[in-house]
């Protein structure tokens, strides 16, 4: 056995007491009532990273949630890593499909499951542990700092500015990063594109007030049908987006890149029934894959209006409303979407309603190039723990402030992450095996060897 | 002063206080927890009629709600008044829209605020008012029969039965109804058609779990974009229902008979204002008023799914919902429409989604023949209080038990309402004029003179 694996046996006990103790605190950053949640979970990090060997670590107001940053400088001559992580998690709802509350974490089938098992408390903390394995242990020499923030659920609005007035203290050579996947608990997998996302609430006014149906009903414009009508109407037969402009900047990936990508292992039967979906849907004449890793979508990730209770209420409902998103491959620019989005939606209105379209927020794509030391780096440790080469992907997820990173200060980003699809972060009964968690441990401490070793 | 208004006067805190006690019962019939106030609500109607002066009054079960049932026989072989009413309201949401509570009416600028102020709670009172009136004044000359039921605003699924099993004692000439409405105040109004209804509940099942909308958006079909494309997909660009089979057996309305329906004063700028909309929508072709009197309607009362809380949450949802319903046209069958929507919209789903259909009610429409001689005491009694003779209209409103009582009891209803636009009724803020309550009895007291001396 491995000197980490036995660390990791003889501790591990703690390191869940602890990673649990994490999840209990419900630091949902989109809903405000969670607000002194977020500084609970801010003062758990601080706690967790001097136990874990950092030389300091504070808790940075913003304007918003705070940021825990955290850091060992060995030597300032040497390479440094930052790692970026955050506290915060997604709500719960609809809370009754949960088979446990969501924030109290169990283990079942070798499973943590809670909110937050998996995105992003239990693969940050993966970070915790392996650091610590590192400093107590003597064999850190790289210098290490953490930045854990509290907003990444709802967008990061306030890390690009607190980035921007902690350039100095941020310094480093480059940013890893585990909140992303691996394709099978077996493929080891580095994220080498995100998606970026344009996301906001469209209301529908229609009548002042909501109507009688049967009086008013076949007369006046109903906010429902009319937004059906609109949502129905930004997407052709072809799945492809009809706003004007909208694949103006998407570069088309050339075909040599699409036979590479259409190599990672995917088997879409396996798929399908995973997600339970007799067929899938999208864009025509591109693969699955393909679909969510190298082309924009169009989801409607919320609606409401009208009468939504039991029974059979007739109501000619005053306003309609929908939360709207698009996830955007790099190169399109989530500022422009936001606003050709707003501008278009709200001009294909009909008349007989009044249409208000709010951004909520947003976040550019991003691209690591996989001859990047660091990305080598990850590489050679996930060769290590998992015997296998990792494949680099394009994930259609968003992180939306790696880019956001890279033009503020200056740095790339290798997402090293180690969630599985069956994890099902963002849903009822997220979880994250064991399994990863403690390979994810072994192979951070892996990377902190193999980087320091190329970068001399 | 007449002695009805005399008597008005000196008894209208009484009345109102009595009405008031029967608001107060929040008889919300959509929802189950308010079953219990569906028997306090039929109690209370048992007392009013048996102080009132009824002989009898009783509380019926029903397999739903109970029924009120209460007579008073002066002379077997004198024409029977059979008074038709509900003692159910609406559901209150929003809730946070009402200016004053809606189960603790108040009066304000002459009006009376609550749930149920109108419908149908205030305008039933009339009649137990008008009905003491004459009793109390032995001005009775034809035999009253009252049939409370608790049902109504969910489609009135137990009373047919109820009425069959009741048929013998439920025996009268006409059925008398105060549950719809007046052009203006000043402009007494008998309503001679109504719409029918069917209503549906709708589910698209999209994947087994909600699903990360980065990682699966774009290539798993989005159960509120296919809901939105279904709904969209139900109407043209002419407001038509493309449903094969809906307009099979709609009566086309004769040339004239659009010109006499066109005379009703109707003012479309004061019609716009009062519901604020800029523009009207419906069916091309058609009037506003035709639109709602003569022609079948399409409206989404409720959608729902997804993501619908403060913030930005990015999901694929697993499912989205819709309350659907049509108002239907005299000779449309409800229940065929019923069975060919849920077949349709069925049909149409893509395969990427799971729809199905929950039929939840409907009704079917009703015309009443101007030459009726109950039809023609009414035209007299409104002329007599409001000086004008009354306008007979088709409303876009449904009463679905209006034309089971035709098939079930052989009885044609009068429907003499006295609500007004206004009112607000479904809505927050419903309201109800004094001087309508008022008016209305006396209207109702000079109707049972007129019929009873029409019938000599």
Chains 1, 2 share one sequence.
Not at 185 to 190: A, G, K, R, S, V
Not at 355 to 375: E, F, K, N, R
Request: hydrophobic share 40%.
């Amino acid at each position: 056995m491995t000197a980490i694996k036995t660390y990791i046996e003889e501790n591990k006990d703690r390191f869940l007491d602890e990673l649990f103790g994490l999840i209990r605190i419900p630091s949902i950053s989109s809903i405000v009532a969670h607000k002194e949640d977020m500084y609970k979970a801010a003062e758990y990090w601080k706690k967790s990273l001097l136990e874990a060997g950092a030389d300091r670590a504070e808790v940075y107001e913003t304007k918003g949630n705070p940021v825990t940053y955290g850091e060992k400088i060995i030597d300032p001559t040497l390479p440094t890593v930052l790692i970026y992580a955050h506290m915060d998690v997604m709500p719960v709802d609809p809370i009754k499909l949960w088979d446990s509350p969501p924030f109290e974490p169990e283990i079942r089938n070798g499973k943590i499951w809670a909110r937050g098992a998996d995105d992003d408390k239990g693969q940050s903390f993966m970070h915790a542990k392996a650091f610590e394995y590192v400093v107590k242990n003597n064999l850190l020499n790289v210098n290490v700092k953490f930045m854990i923030e509290g907003e990444e659920e709802v967008g990061s609005p306030n890390l690009p500015k607190w980035c921007q007035d902690n350039k100095e203290m941020l310094q480093a050579d480059i940013i890893l990063v585990s909140d992303t996947g691996m394709i099978d608990p077996q493929t080891p997998t580095i994220t080498t594109g995100l998606r970026g996302l344009s996301y906001w609430e469209v209301e529908v006014q229609g009548p002042n007030r909501d109507l009688h149906s049967g009086l008013f009903g076949g007369a006046v414009a109903n906010p429902i049908n009319v937004l059906a009508k609109m949502i129905a109407s930004m997407t052709d037969e072809n799945n492809r987006v009809t706003m004007p402009g909208f694949y103006d900047d998407v570069i088309e990936v050339s075909s040599e890149e699409r036979e590479l990508l259409g190599r990672a292992p995917f088997e879409i039967e396996d798929y399908k029934t995973a997600i339970g979906v007799k067929q899938l849907a999208g864009e025509k004449g591109y693969t699955t894959n393909e679909r969510t890793g190298i082309r924009p979508s169009f989801d409607v990730c919320g609606i409401w209006g009208g009468y939504t209770d039991e029974g059979a209420k007739t109501v000619l409902p005053s306003k309609a409303f929908a939360k709207i998103s698009t996830r955007l491959v790099p190169n399109q620019d989530n500022e422009k979407i936001s606003v050709l989005f707003k501008e278009y939606f709200e001009s294909i209105a009909p008349k007989s309603v009044k249409v208000t379209v709010t951004p909520l927020h947003g976040g550019q794509g991003y691209v690591c190039p996989i001859d990047l030391t660091a990305y080598q780096a990850a590489e050679k440790a996930l060769i290590q723990i998992f015997g296998k080469r990792p494949i680099p992907v394009r994930s259609g997820g968003s992180i939306p402030i790696i880019s956001a990173f890279e033009e503020i200060l200056g740095i790339k980003s290798v997402l090293m992450g180690f969630g599985l699809e069956s994890d099902a972060i963002h849903s009822p009964n997220e979880n994250f095996p064991l399994e990863q968690f403690f390979n994810g441990i072994e192979s951070l401490v892996a990377f902190y060897t193999h980087f320091a070793e190329m970068n001399k």
